[in-house]
């Protein structure tokens, strides 16, 4: 398939200069809606060299798997044969079904879609709880508890794959009281819960003396199975999880993973394209004091990450929204030997993140003997926008979000390049570059467009503000070439 994400980027930057805001901003929208279409639209080309394996919703487990009327029906199915597929093997999912729980995947083996309509849909999420009868009425008017306890947790609440409900982090504070941690007040149970389409979980990583399972939403306008057609949630597990090198993902729609997405450790060789990933993360990921000095439990989730080295990293032409923290991500830790080596973020839409891309590499403690790294990135032809997302309005820290974060990027940097991207308005900055690293990266080309007077880019301990003398500011730190900015009046989504 032609990809025209790098034409029609260039193509609009041509026009900016000419263009009223309002007009770039109606442009980049309607821009940003053709290539989800033709993203969404992706036909499967992927070629398997071994056995192909099928699942569809009108498969049988006892089946073979090796062709569309034997097909498979479940995802514990194809966990359980993981061990007889070997490299240049596949496994297609119908297109137009929904298949519930965790993908383990096997070393070698392309994971994509068969048949005509919609990418076929994997969710984490047990099914959907649009109905009355798993929403009971508490002792407080307007709260409602959900039937099944979850030790695990829960992230986050989804109504009509459109709006959420707000999650409440409690917090314990040095001076011993609890709070509901981002709305600064007492928070104890879910007598607590004041603000209409907020949540309280019971998890066994939830804070509080109780650890019940149970799960209480606030839903003033009556049972939520009856208000809602579709209720998913984001429990803790991954929706794919990389079991090994090689591994191609194309042609899903993953949804409502409490932790990633699609979850790598180290790795050579993952390959992500034409897939769609949607509301993900949320779930704790330290407990109390677990992280720091941090008085509240730490939150996580990605939709696409790699923790460890990255190697032959591509995720491309892929749409990603509503991530609790970033879009694509290649972490790790800040000790031992690395050699993070060709990362490619390219073609892609990236909406509704707290970071849409997002590097974080720490440098080693002083005297550790170690080679540390990263070479050959490239963050090009995407459309970033609206820094933000359901992460920005219920995370427990503020002032974080961005459309790409440079959190730990190695004094060891080589050859990071930003191109011919769009970056369209964030919450908080467009770029956090805050260490010598990160200002390595070096920016051809692209669009930004950010409200008068807002954060632009923090590097090297300073805030760039989003003003009419921006231009020549950055001129000065020798890291941007080409770019337009276009200056709005508000953040205006």
């Known amino acids: 398939m032609i990809n025209n994400a790098e034409k029609y980027i260039k193509e609009l930057k041509a026009q900016v200069p000419s263009l009223t805001p309002e007009e770039v901003s109606a442009k980049i929208e309607e821009l940003t809606q053709k290539r989800i279409a033709e993203i969404r639209s992706t036909p499967t080309e992927v070629e398997i060299k071994g056995t192909t394996y099928y699942l569809s919703n009108d498969g049988d487990d006892t089946n073979d798997g090796k062709s569309p009327e034997t097909a498979w029906k479940t995802i514990a199915k194809l966990n359980a044969s993981k061990e007889i597929m070997a490299e240049g093997d596949g496994v297609m999912f119908r ?62 609440i989804i109504f009509d794959d459109t709006s959420y409900a707000r999650k409440v982090y409690q917090s314990n504070e040095p001076d011993g009281r609890w709070l509901d941690f981002r709305a600064k007040r007492e928070f104890h149970d879910y007598h607590d819960l004041v603000d209409d389409l907020s949540f309280w979980h019971s998890s066994q990583d939830s ?55 699609i979850a790598s450790g180290k790795r050579d060789g993952l390959l992500v394209t034409n897939c769609e990933i949607k509301w993900t993360g949320g779930t704790i990921q330290c407990p109390i004091r ?62 509704d993140c707290v970071y849409a891309v997002e590097i974080f590499y720490g440098e080693a403690p002083a005297g550790e003997e170690c080679t540390r790294c990263m070479k050959n990135t490239r963050v090009e032809n995407n459309i970033l926008r609206r820094g933000g997302g359901f992460g920005h309005d219920a995370r427990p820290d503020e002032g974080v979000t961005a459309l790409i ?84 009046d508000e953040i205006g989504y």
């Open 290 to 351: 677990g992280y720091g000095t941090r008085s509240w439990p730490t939150p996580f989730g990605n939709a696409i990450e790699i923790y460890g080295e990255a190697r032959n990293y591509t995720v491309d032409n892929c749409y990603i929204w509503q991530a609790y923290d970033a879009g694509v991500t290649h972490q790790g830790p800040s000790k031992g030997d690395l050699d993070v080596d060709n990362v490619n973020y390219i073609n892609n839409v990236i909406t």
């Open 207 to 261: 804070q509080g003396e109780e650890k019940t399972g149970k799960l209480y939403l606030r839903c003033n306008a009556g049972n939520p199975g009856e208000i809602y057609k579709d209720i998913e949630m984001n429990k803790k597990e991954a929706g794919i999880r990389v079991g090994g090198n090689g591994i191609h993902i194309d042609n899903l729609c993953i949804a409502h993973a409490g932790i990633h997405g």
């Open 405 to 488: 974060r440079n959190g730990g990027i190695l004094k060891n940097t080589i050859d990071y390049t930003v191109t011919n991207n769009i970056f369209d308005r964030s919450r908080e900055r467009i770029v956090s570059a805050h260490n010598d690293g990160g200002s390595k990266a070096q920016y051809f080309d692209n669009i930004f467009v950010q409200n008068k007077g807002g954060k632009y880019v923090s590097r090297l301990g300073r805030d760039f503000m989003y003003t009419e003398n921006l231009a020549e500011e950055i001129k000065e730190t020798n890291t941007e070439t080409g770019s337009e900015y276009v200056f709005v």
């Open 95 to 156: 297109r137009g079904d929904l298949f519930r729980g965790t993908v383990s995947s096997a070393a070698g083996v392309t994971y994509s879609a068969y048949g005509e309509g919609d990418k076929p849909k994997i969710y984490v999420w047990d099914k959907n709880s649009a109905d009355p009868a798993l929403w009971k009425k508490t002792d407080v008017e307007g709260v409602w508890e959900y039937a099944e306890a979850y030790d695990i947790d829960i992230g986050a």
